[in-house]
């Protein structure tokens, strides 16, 4: 039988730095390597491929924190072209926001139990959420590992709270300059220039980082490859090399309306109700040359070997022109990412504290923060029921396109 293909970051000369990093943090690297290596495994630990239900170990906690965005990416699911924010007023979605006294309550229960997990920590952009330092404060001092994706707001004003308690920045870079970057992310006011604040907060981060001689956190931006940027990867990369860890290539997330029709009747067959987060992704960027982003990676890696720095990720991982060009054509096409373990191991909170095992589409929920445990909520019924789905049936239409199943 052919194994499920896992994402993971290919050594090259990302060892030095994860070599420094074991050397000058054990607790955090140590507790990456264990949650590797549990992804890695979980076949051969769980010989039945978790068809009961059961989780793993409860190894990240992902907060989608806040709905507010300064944003609207053409690509974001949420306040993008086709986004499911769209209908929903701005009034209602701060309204309904968790106040960040539950959120230090519940790493405070966590830690009651023993469970320190990694959190991933997003939005909307979650340095828009008040009390974000001080609970930045609180996780890092219990000693649980924080990866934080922005877009550059208010990032390098808090770059020295940012360095001290998170371990990976992930940043969105989807420009070489302002033109390119704010066409691909414009801002909520025209006049609004997110490549400055996206530029700036790479220079601070990267500052601090060298001034107090940290390791972490890991400083990663992300570019959404489409058709708007495709031409200029390399040089968003060259722009990224000198301030960052590693640079993630990614390949956009969609859907295509039969894939999404397709979904509802699946989810709905599945657990009676009808899912509405992924008609959010619906779009195509399928038309450019498809072999440029191949020849853009092999440049991206050239100058991460002569620079010694920057490690370039794409995520997911193809090799041929041929899989690029079915990744944005065909929704169908999974490349052997064809089992999802992250329902495992990780939980996803909304930001009004409903409680999922999926990422991307949080449809189906298995509680509420602001009412149930999280050790309880990690196997009750509702969660056993939706592993074990998953599981036993396979991945469902949306899943070919989703980070927890690509990119975890």
Known sequence: MTMPVRSRIKPGSF?????????????????????????????????????????????????????MCNLRCHSCGQWGDNGYLHDTSLKDLKKREVPVETYIDLVDQLDGEGVRPVFYIWGGEPMLYPGMIDLLRHMSEKGMPVTLVSNGTKVAKHARELVETCKVIWLSL?????????????????????????????????????????????????????????????????????????????????????????????????????????????????????????????EMKEISARTGRCTPVMMPHLDTTEDVRLYYSDHSADFGYNQCVSIFMSMEIDSNGDVSLCRDYHDYTIGNITTDRMIDMWNNDKARKFRSSIADRGAMPVCRRCCGLMGY
């Open 15 to 67: 060892l030095k730095q994860a070599a420094k990093a074991l050397w000058q943090d054990w607790p955090t690297s140590s507790n990456f390597l264990r949650y590797q290596l549990a992804k890695e495994t979980f076949n051969l630990r769980r010989p039945a491929r978790g068809r009961d239900g059961r989780p793993d170990k409860l190894r990240q906690v992902s907060l989608r924190i806040t709905d």
């Open 174 to 298: 989807d420009g070489p300059d302002a033109a390119i970057h704010n066409e691909q992310r414009p801002g909520i006011s025209k006049s609004h220039d997110n490549f400055r604040d996206v530029l700036s907060a790479l220079e601070a981060l990267h500052a601090e980082k060298e001034k107090t001689g940290r390791v972490f956190p890991v400083i990663a931006p992300i570019s959404c490859i489409t058709s708007f940027n495709v031409d200029y990867a390399t040089d968003i990369y060259r722009v990224a090399n000198p301030y960052s860890d590693m640079h993630i290539l990614y390949l956009t997330w969609w859907i295509d309306p039969d894939s999404a029709r397709e979904h509802t009747v699946d989810f709905e067959e599945r657990f009676g109700f009808r899912p509405k987060t992924h008609y959010g992704w619906i779009g195509t960027w399928k038309d450019f040359d498809h072999s440029l982003i191949l020849k853009r990676f092999a």
